[in-house]
């Protein structure tokens, strides 16, 4: 079956590229020493998390439980829970999930860390988790000067063990400049540990410092003290990514396969790709509105406009030879979203379709 | 079980309200003499299809083949597939369902019709077609001067019965002008009966003129020719509606019941709720900035941020009393993804969980 011979739009995933994706990231992480525990929510797929784990991946990353219980289900076993969990029927299933799999997660209060501890009383297991610290992206995540007091509560609630730091910074900043993002990823991880060794001075033996995402893992992973990165994006990468310089053209292996459905104006045609494949997130860069998506093999077309099921492409010179029923590629802004709203996607070499994938882990809204 | 026993996030619906969203509309449109054929991509659920078809719908309307299937294993049995079908798999799908239900399409060129044709006559069937037209949106649709045109070619093919026009104007100012709205929407009717006309003047029997959505629905009816509309948004409406003026608060049906996980400064909590549940759509109303959604009982808390699975919420007043634990809801900017990005929601009333529904006919990309 060749690609061409799928039912558009569909998500289609070049497999060599998706392996040499995987690959890089794990030769750039392994020399420094510091762990790779990918995220999953890029793919939210057993068989990619198998193959980063083959390549190297030290356990998983996941956004949330769902995600966790369906990679326990398909045989990880070494799996971080990279968010707070609040609440009792929480508690349960995590709970449930520690007596399964080493399993961690995330607390940044005190009322989520007595939580954590009436659970491991209740269930009779020991819970670990990281100490959510907020070096920049104010999101969740304790200030680094309210760390170690929030640590020393933690360290004396029973059946809760805060065996390091956890730090999400992001990068804030939309423009292409490698410097800028490799200090804020240093500045980041630095933060992190030195908020680690403040805990352990505090004899909290709080020795983990997961750090970083796609856009500065490189750089993180080289400080010393960070014991693990987490990047998620890489195995796909994204029209935004590439827009910010994080990656190549030829490294984005995720692109929307999609069919021109009609062709009302010399200048305008209309896909079949519309939010509810695309979603429509921008990822502006450089103040340049990039439009829905980019179309590699015709840099001509932008696509202008979206609604749920429609895509309109703006036509210049040679893009305008497009015709009713033909079939192109779109790469998507960014691929998270993307991948959460299908439930198969198509690994594709070279032009011919290898394999269905289902995306088992989306679905999960807890 | 109480709606504040389930898990977090997730989508409920004021069931009560649904049914007098559902009510409502049917009562304004039953007295003009307009079929009403509602839109069914907003919930996706056959049970809500089978309401808005007990309050008197005449048939429904979907956006691709894979919700006309899904429908037609459902029970319904006139369906209008709002959308161009284009390619020999789409072909082949929309001749096997025209064989078990009453199915109408789009054209908007002369490719598409000559495939409905050759399909028609390799699969044994008739298809009946509406004249997609450009009635101001500048999406799909021929030009009006062009439609007669195009009907007479389309009218010398065999297998395709022309049977009337199609249009979807939607309302792209994005300021509360009732008036403004309204002359838009009899604009578009307009356009669209007289493109009718010109097709009958030209022995053409396109005598169906189907218009409108929730914005436009009302007003669009009452233009003589016009014979059905296709609201869809108005069984649950949502933020961006409301900001528009089209729906009240208490019109609002659906909402996101979501957690604070996290309270990491005084003027700020992070709630589990983030753009896989909310998507990031924000449906700018007068310019103003309304951030991810809106949050009836707390007018002092505005979602400023999203991340996949992090809404970010800034504090002022009584809304700082916001703790770790509480559960809120929250409208959505733009019902429609949200429920594309859930495979079940929550029917509840008066703050009882009643029923929990499937949306059956989400996850067909095509």
Not at 258 to 267: K, N
Request: with cysteine; glycine share 8%.
């Amino acid at each position: 079956l060749n690609k061409f011979d799928l039912e558009t739009p569909l998500v289609v995933v070049d497999l060599d590229r998706l392996e040499e994706n995987i690959q890089a990231m794990s030769e750039r992480v392994r020399p420094v020493g510091a762990h790779l525990r990918p995220h999953i929510k890029t793919h939210k797929t057993p068989e990619v998390a198998r193959m980063q784990v083959q390549h190297g991946a030290n356990g998983i990353t996941v956004a949330k439980l769902g995600e966790a219980e369906v990679m326990a289900d398909a045989g990880f076993d070494d799996i971080f829970i990279a968010n707070e969990l609040i609440g009792a029927k929480k508690m349960r299933r995590l709970a449930e999930l520690s007596k399964r799999v080493k399993v961690r997660s995330c607390v940044d209060s005190i009322v989520g860390a007595k939580m954590l501890s009436e659970a491991a009383n209740e269930y009779g297991v020991a819970i670990d988790v990281l100490l959510d610290v907020n070096t920049g992206l104010d999101r969740t995540g304790i200030y680094p000067k309210q760390a170690t007091e929030l640590g020393r509560e933690i360290e004396r609630l029973p059946g809760v063990n805060l065996v390091g730091v956890f730090s999400y910074a992001g990068y804030k900043p939309a423009i292409p400049d490698e410097e800028a993002r490799k200090a804020w990823a240093v500045r980041e991880a630095r933060i992190a540990v030195s908020v680690s060794e403040e805990l352990q001075a505090a004899g909290i033996a709080a020795t983990e410092v997961s750090v970083a995402g796609s856009s500065s893992a490189i750089y993180a992973m080289s400080v010393p003290g960070v014991t693990e990165v987490r990047p998620g994006q890489y195995v796909f990468n994204d029209a935004g990514m590439y827009r910010m310089g994080i990656c190549s053209l030829s490294q984005c292996a995720l692109k929307i396969l999609t069919q021109v459905i009609s062709r009302p104006a010399s200048d305008r045609a209309v896909i079949d790709a519309g939010s509810k494949v695309l979603t429509t997130e921008k990822r502006i860069v450089s103040g340049q509105d990039p439009g829905y998506g980019l179309i590699e093999e015709l840099p001509e077309a932008q696509v202008t406009a979206l609604w749920e099921e429609h895509g309109v492409l703006h036509l210049d010179g040679d893009a305008r030879r497009l015709a009713v029923g033909d079939t192109i590629e779109v790469i998507p802004n960014h691929v998270c979203p993307t991948i959460n709203l299908t439930d198969v996607w198509y690994g594709i070499r070279e032009g011919v379709v290898e394999q269905e994938f289902a995306v088992a882990a989306r679905g999960k809204t807890s």
